[in-house]
């Protein structure tokens, strides 16, 4: 258990551009601060139970992100590292080469800090992570080790990734900042898939400035990825960040599920949406009644996909797969393909209608999840807020905002227009800003 009001030294909570500007200076500090990382999670694990596997070299190598540890959700493959995509099946699976992301990541001269914990094969069944906050509550899932790696000050960016809701609704319930971008921004070669129309990879950081240099650096295509849709350059300053646009226009949706978020989930965002009126942004309330239907259709295409991938191993290793992915492959296989393509053309037509629906606007503003991280490690949280912004592939950030009533960290989300990533993360700078929240890092008991 943990103090939700404690808070860590400040070096635990310092952001990738900020470790960079102090190892421009002190090349002692660039030459350690992976090894003072390595000892945090060796004390934190206990508890924590972030990691599948930490790494035995944080060797600093050249590069631009030189110094800088980098969790990876374990279902991404590792050639120096076991990647068991959180299954029995694959416990001492070494791939045999990197994903594309990782290897980018070893040539950026980022030190690969270990596997992070993931749900079975990115979907239901949970791993053993608890929340850094109160460990009797979820990380949220399926980047569950991804986010609260980060929100425990072990390392300053990890990477997730998301089919329903795996990065944005972690990081809200971990008081971190996620970032989904759009969908093909980053090339999935050598990451585990559940729906490859849905898959997507994204990142966990401390601050905007931190997850848009991620991006700025990670996204690419790859002849080997499909789906991969490149977004247009940009570049990340060092020592400025991404420059915030200034008084956005935000739209805010709330869905007809509004009246399901908890109390304090409601009292957050309209206390955020309040200052940020009051900090100059323009905002108009406007619903967006057809996405009310994108429930069914993401669950469709997911389920009829995720049943293409993993039928076989779930007949043949039916002692080593959970009852959440027997299910999923159940319900795909009572899907038939008039279902299955009537889904894929509402994915395309509210994919489609995106830019009427943005006009106007810098952004749409909502809430990541219905309020705090469920009591229990059973469950990791509903993903409806997520899921219709991984449905159309665009873009969202999931920002702190506030605690609730059990002390656990609540957040706001920020959505923008299909491939606009660096437009959106400049929005994000400015609500950050606006909202000058900082949730701190918890201290984490040793003793359970």
């Not at 991984?390 to 609540?410: E, H, Q, Y």
Request: hydrophobic content about 40%.
């Amino acid at each position: 258990m943990t103090d939700p009001t404690a808070r860590s030294a400040p070096e635990s909570g310092a952001g990738v551009l900020e470790l960079l500007r102090r190892f421009k200076d002190d090349q002692s500090l660039a030459d350690h601060y992976a090894t003072s990382c390595l000892e945090k999670a060796k004390a934190a694990e206990p508890v924590l139970r972030a990691f599948e596997y930490l790494p035995v070299d944080v060797a600093r190598r050249p590069g631009p992100l030189s110094g800088i540890p980098v969790a990876i959700k374990d279902i991404i493959a590792t050639s120096d590292m076991p990647t068991t995509n959180g299954s029995r099946i694959y416990r001492d699976h070494i791939p045999d080469r990197d994903a594309w992301v990782v290897e980018r990541l070893r040539n950026l001269g980022a030190t690969i800090f270990g596997k992070t914990v993931s749900t079975e094969f990115a979907w239901r069944h949970p791993g053993p992570t608890t929340n850094p906050w109160n460990a009797a509550h979820t990380p949220g899932g399926s980047s569950s080790g991804s986010a609260a790696a980060v929100a425990a000050g072990i390392v300053p960016l990890a990477l997730g990734t998301q089919t329903l809701g795996s990065v944005i609704r972690p990081a809200a319930f971990n008081g971190v900042v996620g970032l989904k971008p759009s969908f093909g921004a980053i090339p999935r070669t050598g990451v585990h898939p559940l729906s490859p129309s849905l898959d997507h990879v994204g990142f966990f950081a401390r601050r905007v400035d931190d997850v848009a240099l991620a991006l700025s650096l990670l996204a690419a295509a790859s002849e080997l990825d499909p789906h991969g849709r490149p977004l247009a350059a940009f570049h990340v300053d060092a020592d400025q960040g991404v420059p915030p646009l200034d008084r956005p226009r935000l739209r805010i949706v709330r869905f007809e599920k509004w009246a399901r978020a908890e109390p304090e989930q409601q009292k957050v965002f309209e206390a955020a949406v309040a200052k940020l009126r009051e900090a100059g942004a323009i905002v108009e309330e406007r619903e967006w009644e057809e996405l009310d239907s994108n429930w069914s259709a993401v669950n469709t295409i997911m389920s009829s996909e995720a049943t293409h991938i993993f039928n076989g191993l779930v007949e043949r290793y039916p002692d080593r797969t959970s009852d959440f992915l027997k299910s999923a492959v159940t319900a795909g296989k009572e899907l038939t393909a008039f279902a299955y393509l009537g889904a894929k053309a509402t994915q395309d037509r509210l994919r489609s209608a995106l830019p009427a629906q943005m006009s106007g606007f810098d952004a749409i503003l909502t809430v990541p999840a219905f309020g705090e991280a469920p009591e229990g490690l059973d469950y990791t949280g509903d993903a409806e807020y997520c899921a219709p912004w991984t449905l159309i592939g665009a873009p969202s950030v999931s920002l702190p905002a506030g605690f609730g009533k059990k002390g656990l960290p609540l957040g706001i989300q920020a959505v923008g227009s299909y491939r606009q990533d660096y437009r959106l993360l400049r929005v994000a700078k400015w609500i950050e800003g606006a909202l000058r929240f900082d949730p701190g890092t918890p201290t984490i008991s040793t003793v359970k």
